[in-house]
């Protein structure tokens, strides 16, 4: 791991610094360096981000000054120092400083400490306050050999033990005088030096000497500041510090007060004393931000409620340290707002309220008469005027619908929660109530899928920043662990990591030989198998008819446009319009309840698919197994449903997602899209929205109409991107009567001559796969199918991806053209998705099980039999059927004594990782080169296997294994 350069120096003072706060009983602490609040945000309780007065710049999180910390990773993270009211842990410290950018820094109250910060700010110039500074030590000398540093911006910070400790936090230096700084007291945490600060400054050592103790700060000229002085001018002058200070245990709520006096409601002691916990650091949170002060430290209180629940100290501090006491508020803020917490101020010190109350606050505590209830549980106020109702325009099934639209949209974090927050103000819901009961388990049945395909996006990003970002960005927004999330990513990685083939480099003979190759096609020289494509055109350009065609000639096996289509099974999926008009297409076109056509659309009862519902597309495929997977359109099934921009990039990703799982199961998919109306734009530049739509296929082709007339039934159909194939364009014809699209030709060439050329192209292919594999000369087929013009036409069919060809053994500088034998259906075998709870198997397993089947591999030597080192095995792939592999790196054969699999023998099935690892089948058929096909027993379990599954799998003999069992 790489850290930024840090001085040898900085690292040594840092330790000197920790050293002497463990030696002299203080707590230490981390600080991050400030960080970039629009990447590290400050949020309330409820997760929305919290502004500066511009309204549009995020408040810090990481201001350089709070308890933080960088981990190993530069992530940085918060400390929430109220936790330490007891020393931290040497493991702790050690995690804290791993990092060398971390600052350290300490908490005030400890062995009576105060240390006075005079903040620069307060001044006129650096200047003014180094003089005000020194002119007050010079009044106090005795305070002249304390410890005392220099600020990051110029400031100074003095540390002294006060026997009394100060019931003020902001200070002058005359009574009644303007602040200059602030007294950190009990709980609250100063920077020391080493520290970097947010000027990029460091915090510098001016004397490290013994702090000083005084009788109170103001014997040595330490002053509240004015705005004090006015909350003490209106107290009776004999007032002391308790009765200054709002009673802390007055403000608890029921229930807590209950818990203190050693009520134990749920029967949980620890239970109990947290709930008491949270409720008492709740109000200090409260009155801290709002400058009142509590006669009573939180830790006290809750001490004081573990003796009477009969909860020793130590287990007290454990279940203190185990809150998020920094963001505890009081119930009476979560059940009644600003207004109940002030309502109880108000009860308990009328003068108080006076002078702290914002006068927005009062105004609406003045125009309602609010009431405390006499809840068990909690306070809540509730308004009794009887001149002002509130219309709520919302019922609460109401909302709840239009939250889920909301959380389904896959807006941003800020955008969501704005939309969320002006739907609740609709309703009666409650603040908390909203936020716990209704929009935590909307997000968590809504945002699996997200979350996965999230993670998968994570784990692709190379660069390292936006990796951090988006991390830190997933864990927030989908409130899950560190350790759910490196869950979910090992899993997703292993699932992937089946279908990877490591690169490796190849002899210019290996590349050579791939030219033999030929591509696969569900129709020739126009759907290539097993990639993903787009067709485009603009409305009325006869997309969905065209589609149609072709879904009907795959599920029929008649040709389309002209060509052979394979016979296959089709999934159409048509979010663009309703289900009963897609109907009408398939009838118009000839379907007649075929059986493998499946279709899914939108109707009154059942909503149209949608990316977000990856896990139904999944299931369909798993159950179905199509050869073509045809989605109608891109707009309705991402963007609209994403509620991104059609320009946005991000749709590339999600083209790629819905590309990988039809893939996967042995399909083809083809998007439907439309194009843009900018004449101008030619090729992939046509269809509408990011190019990263028409980067993200294999093929892009598009429909347009022959001229304006809307009657004219002639179309122009061009393939502005291919890839292993060449281009054409060609002259379509719609015949509305049948709903067929005939072809007419390439664009520019008569019909006479393109039918003539379809014909020879016919006659041709079906010679080479009457003689599959075999290579012939264009002068031998010419001879066997007749026609002229041969060479031209096998050279457009190998452009075409259609035909292969190879070196003319006889003459080098010739060709010779075949075609490879026909692929058998792709498999039906279902790969589950593996979710946080999935078993995760280890690398080192892996490796073991890799180790131990490899020596169980076959051998097959030239003119031999089939032998096995410890028992006879046959490798299963795809369809159960393919050659054996030899172990790598071994020639010689092996012998064994183990009955040889034979016709009809039942065999145990095994493939690490596969639900069929260990069931029994019965061997079908055996070949001469070493293959296999089996059907298993238990009639349940699927019969087809996918290379994913299992790329390296045996059987073995049951007979075997049963007299070994008997042994």
Known sequence: MLFNSKSHTFLIERKKRIQWLIQNNFPVLPVAPQQDPCKYPKKDRKRNIEYEADGKTPKKLYTGKNPSYLDNNGIPRLIQHQKYQMLPTQQEIDT????????????????????????IKHFKSPQDCKHTV??????????????????????????????????????????????????????RFTVLSPTIGPSGNAYESIRQGELIEVENLKSIGIYPCSKKNKLASILPLQTDYAQASMPLEQLLSKKAKAILNGDNPTGDRSEALTTLAHEAFGWQNWCNSNQILLDTNPQDIVLQGGKKLDIDDARVQRIIKSIDVEFSYPSAKFYGGEEQCWLKIRQLN??????????????????????????????????????????????QDEAIEKAKVIINQGL?????????????QQTRFSDYFWERKVLTPLRRNFLATRLKLEIQAYLRETNPQRQITERNRILSRYHITTKEFEQQCQAIQYAEKQNQQKPQPLTLQEVFALENEGLSWLVEGIIPKGVSGILSGLPGASKT????????????????????????????????????????????????????????????????????????????????????????????????????EEKSESIGHWLKEVERLIIRYGGTLLWVHHDNKNKDDTGVSRASGSTAIAGSVSFHYRIEKASKDQSDPHRIFSMAKTRGYEPVTLKLMYDSTTGVFQNLGHFGESL???????????RILEFLDQHPGVRYEPEEIQNAVGGNNIGVELCKMHQRGMVSKSKSPNNPRRKVYFRNATQSPLPDVSVPLINQNSEIIAEQELQTFNSTFNSLLIKKSEGEELKVQNQEAVVISRVLTTTLNSPQGSDESYNSSVPKIAQGMRVLFRCLGSKRDGKVAVVNSLTANGEASITFEDTTLPQDLLNHECPQSFLEPLEAKTNDDSQ
Not at 145 to 172: W, Y
Not at 412 to 424: A, G, P, S, T, Y
Request: charged content about 20%; glycine content about 6%.
């Open 96 to 119: 804290w400083f791993a990092h060398p950018d971390n600052g350290v820094g300490t908490l005030g109250g400890w062995n009576k400490t105060v240390w006075l910060d005079f903040d």
């Open 134 to 187: 020194l002119k007050w030590l010079e009044q106090n000398h005795i305070l002249q050999k304390t410890f005392s540093e220099l600020t990051h911006s110029g400031g100074l910070r003095i540390g002294i033990k006060v026997k009394n400790q100060p019931d003020f936090t902001n200070f002058a230096l005359a009574p009644g005088g303007k602040h200059v700084g602030e007294a950190l007291s009990i709980g």
């Open 350 to 395: 009328q003068e108080i309220y006076e002078v702290k109350c914002p006068s927005n606050i009062k105004i609406i505590l003045s125009n309602t008469n609010h009431q405390i209830s006499s809840s068990p549980n909690h306070s809540r106020v509730k308004s009794t005027n009887s001149n002002k109702t509130t219309e709520f325009k919302l019922t």
């Open 412 to 424: 941003d974090e800020l955008e969501e929660n704005l939309q969320l927050e002006k739907i609740r």
């Open 545 to 644: 008819l065209w589609t149609t065609d072709l879904a009907y000639s795959i599920v029929t096996g008649t040709p389309f446009l002209g060509e052979k289509a394979r016979n296959g099974k089709v999934l159409m999926i048509n979010s663009d319009q309703p289900l009963n008009i897609t109907a009408n297409y398939l009838s118009h076109r000839g379907f007649d309840n075929e059986p493998n056509i499946r279709v899914i659309g939108e109707t009154r009862n059942m909503a149209a698919w949608t990316i977000k519902d990856l896990e139904s597309l999944e299931l369909w495929l798993q159950e179905f197994q199509p050869d073509l997977v045809i989605i109608d359109s891109i707009r309705a099934t991402i963007i609209h449903p994403l509620g991104i």
């Open 752 to 762: 006479d001559n393109a039918q003539q050329s379809q014909s020879l192209r016919q």
